[in-house]
């Protein structure tokens, strides 16, 4: 029997959605009351009294290579450009890409091992749903990127957060310790969202360790899904980890929303390893899954532009810049955050220790962050830093002013 | 306990992808069958030996309108136009399909009740992600496009096929029946892929009615969603129903795939219809789903080229002619099939009654065709032209040498 207020709960929700859908909406609340609150505080104010920090939306624009790819490739169009192709995507641009890929990763790798997806968003969804029995455990180290929840969940699984070392790296033994029966994946960010942080390759060689020795335990393949959409967004020389030689079972997901300023166009790709046992079946599966999801193919148009925009990436003096303002300004103010080598986020120690609080305290200097709550860190708040300069220079001495309020 | 031979089987399946993953696999298969079919003749006989008419892939090349549409909209193109954007869609595009829509549907359509989807498939996805409690059922009328099935099965729902009557035009009665208290939508697909039937309104009208009655009784809105890609492929003046006038629950679920010939560009739209009660919590529903889904938003570029092809469509006089030639050709050979009054499919009945066994004597005559079992209607079996004229001249003796083997 459903108690009183479980029975009031239910009934209050509108029939117009699915009562998950209202789990989702609900779950997802926390960034569209920000978003709310962001556009009621610019009307009440003005756009210029508002800081907004609290967006992912890159805002580095495209290299001058993509538009004039975009002009060449448009005037080159033919009828069969634009219709219906292998689910798995235009295969030239398949052969394109896995050429790079085998030189840089030193594997053989060929176009069935990739596979155009709509944005890497879109590749874990097909990833998951290609891979994941119903109640599969899916890890995540903290902070994560929330939508994972969404992503694992849309498919019948389960997350399951993994903690990480103070510093935000990973923690082997930590993950040692989540793997278990039900653990088909992992998803290692790197740099990651929210917290910036790029992990160190020792630590991610050994998560793929122990994920390989995982899946010989397991009698079949626990999955090393590496989203590194800001692969090419770093500040520091650390080399990025291959997911295909620190795991067998190691598989590249990305896109190039970030690294070529085109998060709205929806392209990106997944990369199988070669390695993994009965990697055909598993290239097959993801066809089906584009299809059946109804992503159908990745965009036709945007997949002929990539190839010309070999090598280039957006320029990164702006999101230099900015770190580098808030870093030094934060800091003198005395706040504390882990290393941000990578993305356009600082992921500061939430004054006071409630980063609900806190930010609610930003909100009030009209300076709109997001809690770490939100990314299963609570005690800290993200800032993205995807902003024109002015806005952080200015924002510098209203982060002070709030962090004030919480000294002793 | 599972019987021996359920767990040789389950032993069988290759842990590199899930179990469901499997059975969508092979319940695909029989296309893929085909499609491996064809490329073995191909490569065995020659491209020319073989008339392929399996695919529904539209050829009808782009007006011109879009052409030069890709020219100016890629020479116009800023940064701020490849960022993301609220997961609806672009506020310009909406604005502009709503006004077109307010004027065609006499309704009052604002771009809040327009969704950009990733093509209709996308669409529909997102909806029934929006609405499907677990185990909820969705109707579809025989003969029903297949992926139709893997749509409702990704969100928890339970597909259940109704039948129509012989000239596959709905049969009212039988849909009344048909609605229970788990239905939550039924999805409506005129000009129909597979038969090319083109519904007649006052059928559809009183499908609404059902609907419309059934959601009083069950307390919560039971769906019709208009799944109109082929509207705009018609050869007779039958009008088309408004899905927004024939019920107050009414969706419509569409994309410029085969109107524009952009099968591949993954653009589309769905309306929702303003009576419904509650439509703003739908809307801020479809909007979650899209971004949760990982589609984020419809591919920008292609959004941007719509309002430049207005009132544009592909030249149908390819498969007028194609249809004309199949139909004379056919029907002499003594072939009978329903009216092919849309799309470009014609659903013969199978001579001799066994649909899969027609197929595979069309195949000896290197005629490929799509059993109708797929579709929800063994005993026929489908004819895609899509496919340049000279291929369906050549092919007619071959379809009446076929048919020649299963007559008394």
């Avoid at 010989?216 to 020389?237: A, N, Q, T």
């Avoid at 810049?321 to 103010?333: M, Q, S």
């Avoid at 930010?359 to 709109?368: F, G, N, R, W």
């Amino acid at each position: 029997m459903p108690t009183e207020s479980e029975m009031t709960a239910k009934e209050s929700l509108d029939p117009v959605i699915s009562a998950p859908m209202h789990r989702a909406m609900e779950a997802a609340s926390f960034i569209r009351q920000m978003f709310e609150e962001g556009n009621r505080l610019r009307a009440e104010l003005g756009d210029d009294a508002v800081f907004d920090f609290s967006l992912g939306n890159p805002c580095a624009p495209p290299p001058e290579s993509f538009f004039s790819a975009l002009r060449t490739v448009a005037g080159e169009s033919s009828p069969a450009d634009h219709r219906y192709m292998t689910n798995a995507g235009r295969p030239d641009v398949r052969q394109w890409l896995a050429r790079r890929l085998s030189a840089e990763h030193e594997l053989d790798i060929t176009s069935d091992h990739v596979v155009m997806t709509c944005g890497a968003a879109g590749g874990l969804n097909v990833l998951l749903k290609s891979v994941l029995e119903p109640q599969d455990e899916v890890l995540l180290l903290t902070p994560y990127f929330t939508e994972y929840l969404f992503y694992i969940q849309n498919h019948g699984g389960i997350p399951k957060a993994v903690p990480t070392q103070k510093s935000f790296q990973p923690d082997p033994e930590a993950f040692r310790r989540a793997l278990g029966p039900k653990t088909r994946a992992v998803i290692v960010n790197t740099p990651n969202n929210p917290s910036g942080v790029v992990y160190e390759p020792a630590l991610v060689e050994e998560l793929g360790r122990l994920v390989d020795e995982h899946s010989e335990r397991m009698g079949r393949p626990v999955y090393l899904f590496m989203d590194e959409p800001y692969r090419r967004i770093r500040y520091v020389d650390t080399p990025h980890p291959s997911a295909l030689l620190v795991s067998r079972n190691g598989i590249i997901v990305t896109s190039f929303s970030k690294e070529l300023g085109l998060a709205g166009e929806r392209i990106g790709y997944v990369v199988l390893n070669p390695r993994i046992e009965g990697v055909e079946v598993l290239f097959g599966a993801l066809g089906i899954a584009t299809r059946i999801l109804g992503f159908v193919n990745a965009p036709a148009f945007m997949q002929r532009i990539i190839p010309h925009c070999a090598g280039s990436t957006v320029d990164l003096s702006l999101y230099r810049k900015n770190r580098e303002i808030l870093i030094d300004g934060l800091t003198r103010a005395g706040y504390e955050m882990p290393s941000p080598d990578g993305a356009f986020f600082l992921f500061p120690k939430a004054p006071g220790g409630d980063d609900r609080t806190f930010c609610d305290a930003l909100k009030k200097q009209c300076v709109l962050t997001v809690p770490g709550s939100g990314f299963g860190a609570p005690g800290h708040f993200r800032i993205s830093y995807a902003v024109p300069t002015e806005r952080v220079e200015k924002a510098i001495p209203l982060f002070a002013r709030a962090i004030d309020e919480f000294s002793d």
